[in-house]
């Protein structure tokens, strides 16, 4: 008898939920409950077939940004336990390669991430190795966390750039990445924050709430964006972030 529905991409073009059995944690693993999952661009794409197949398993339950409650943990696993609001990192890594031992799990040389070549949170439950599952505090609340995971792509892009309090910065793209790289950009005082929209479709509530954040909002056939378009830059901007997905696969995981 099935106890549990997953959401489940059989292959490209192919989608639906299905029925499944309850998961039951090994050891050193957890099983919890999803109750906020979002829906990234990359999710899309692999309904549609384009990530390039060496990220990709079908067929695949999607969703990587998520969080919710521990439902069981397995034997071995200590600091986690039933009933605790958590989210997980995406990437799992093996801590064995020459990547992971000096710290850069992200870039493990052994591929494997939740929602492309396992089960992800876009179902009732989802199974994971207890070493990427974080407690939440007590004043998160799981709807927020279900953004940690595009919110560190985000700080990560920043951290790159190495902004600095005066300085004029361009963030090129007006999506879920971009929006909440805009919000996180203001604490470091910017003389001004500029976002180029790429789509020239009207903002819904949450596009206006984050542009409001910056100095301007325009569109990419702005008089102001350059001839070349925006790949070079925008001219007097010290810092140009570009956060739009790569179509037909995932983005450079650095």
């Known amino acids: 008898m099935a106890d549990r529905r997953a959401l489940v991409i059989t292959s490209p073009g192919v989608i639906g939920l299905q029925d499944a059995d309850e998961l039951v944690p090994g050891?050193?693993?957890?099983?919890?409950?999803?109750?906020?999952?979002?829906?990234?661009?990359?999710?899309?794409?692999?309904?549609?077939?384009?990530?390039?197949?060496?990220?990709?398993?079908?067929?695949?339950v999607p969703g990587h940004e998520w969080s919710g409650i521990i439902e069981a943990v397995g034997p071995g696993v200590t600091g986690l336990e039933p009933g605790q609001p958590v989210i997980a990192e995406g990437i799992i890594p093996d801590r064995v390669c020459a990547q992971c031992v000096q710290g850069h799990t992200n870039l493990c040389l052994v591929y494997d991430e939740l929602g492309f070549t396992r089960a992800g949170a876009a179902a009732d439950q989802v199974l994971l190795p207890a070493q990427v599952v974080h407690v939440l505090g007590p004043r998160v609340s799981l709807l927020d966390a279900a953004l940690a995971e595009p919110a560190a792509v985000a700080w990560r892009a920043i951290g790159r750039g190495r902004p600095r309090p005066g300085e004029r910065i361009a963030v090129v793209g007006d999506g879920t990445l971009?929006?909440?790289?805009?919000?996180?950009?203001?604490?470091?005082s910017p003389a001004e924050l500029i976002v180029f929209r790429l789509h020239l479709r009207g903002l819904g509530r949450g596009h206006r709430a984050a542009v409001r954040r910056a100095d301007q909002a325009v569109p990419a056939?702005?008089?102001?964006?350059?001839?070349?378009?925006?790949?070079?830059?925008?001219?007097?901007?010290?810092?140009?972030?570009?956060?739009?997905?790569?179509?037909?696969?995932?983005p450079p995981r650095s």
């Open 221 to 250: 056939d702005h008089p102001r964006v350059p001839a070349r378009g925006l790949r070079g830059g925008v001219p007097g901007a010290a810092i140009h972030l570009k956060l739009g997905g790569a179509r037909g696969g995932r």
């Open 27 to 60: 050891p050193g693993e957890v099983v919890a409950r999803p109750v906020h999952t979002g829906i990234c661009g990359t999710d899309l794409e692999l309904v549609a077939g384009v990530v390039d197949p060496a990220y990709t398993r079908y067929p695949l």
């Open 178 to 188: 971009a929006l909440i790289t805009t919000h996180l950009l203001r604490l470091f």
